[in-house]
């Protein structure tokens, strides 16, 4: 069983960055794959970036990549995603997951998500 539990989340200007967190429980994090998702209202849950056991491969959806960066600190049972030059479309509530197949864009191959934490880009 792992609990994620996500942080950082706020209200940001256009072109400003956010660094959220994603701190898990558990003696296991280190063997999952870990993602982070986003969902604004009326939408599907999206896929943002994914990172493996590792930390040394990582995966973004194409619109993030350049401005979001992923990292981990299995030491620290945490993941972490840095936000640069956010626009108003990034507005959504952002979700942890934690996969055991590996990193994955489609959101049921992950087994444990946070409870999310909200990002308003103002323009």
């Known amino acids: 069983q792992v609990q994620l539990v996500e942080s950082g989340g706020g209200l940001v200007q256009a072109g400003g960055s956010l660094r959220l967190s994603c701190a898990a429980s558990?003696?296991?994090?280190?063997?999952?794959?870990m993602g982070w998702f986003r969902q604004a209202p009326g939408k599907e849950r999206e896929f943002v970036a994914g990172?493996?056991?590792?930390?040394?491969?990582?995966y973004y959806a194409d619109s993030m990549k350049g401005r979001f960066a992923i990292s981990r600190d299995n030491a620290k049972n945490t993941v972490y995603l840095q936000m640069n030059s956010l626009k108003p479309e990034d507005t959504a509530v952002y979700y942890c997951?934690?996969?055991?197949?590996?990193?994955?864009?489609?959101?049921?191959?992950?087994?444990?998500w946070g409870q999310g934490t909200q990002v308003t880009v103002s323009s």
């Open positions: 997951a934690a996969s055991r197949v590996g990193i994955t864009p489609t959101p049921n191959r992950y087994d444990y």
């Open positions: 558990g003696r296991t994090f280190s063997s999952y794959a």
């Open positions: 990172i493996n056991t590792n930390g040394v491969s990582t």
